[in-house]
């Protein structure tokens, strides 16, 4: 975007996630949520599955649930931490 500074923002995988990235976290510039999320799917586009358990993922944003927000206006900080959890079984 012109103009606008990139956020230098961690995505952390969780569970199945982690297993399909192959990595507990890296980092991405990106000012929004949908941005980030576009960013983890192009650097594993190769890789259908992390694709696949990347969609139905919970996320998390600093702490707070992202829940039903539309990702594209949910706007990052320099240094953000998204916590993306696949759903899981068992308790």
């Not at 982690?18 to 190769?46: C, K, N, P, W, Y």
């Not at 649930?65 to 068992?90: K, M, N, Q």
Request: proline share 4%; charged share 20%.
């Amino acid at each position: 975007m012109a103009g606008v500074d990139m956020a230098k923002v961690t995505l952390r995988y969780w569970a199945a996630l982690r297993a399909a990235a192959g990595v507990s976290e890296e980092s991405f510039d990106a000012t929004t949520l949908a941005e980030a999320l576009q960013a983890a799917r192009s650097a594993h586009g190769e890789n259908s599955r992390f694709g696949s358990v990347l969609s139905i993922c919970a996320v998390v944003v600093d702490e707070t649930p992202a829940g039903s927000a539309d990702p594209a206006h949910v706007a990052l900080r320099d240094g953000a931490v998204i916590e993306l959890l696949p759903p899981y079984a068992g308790g």
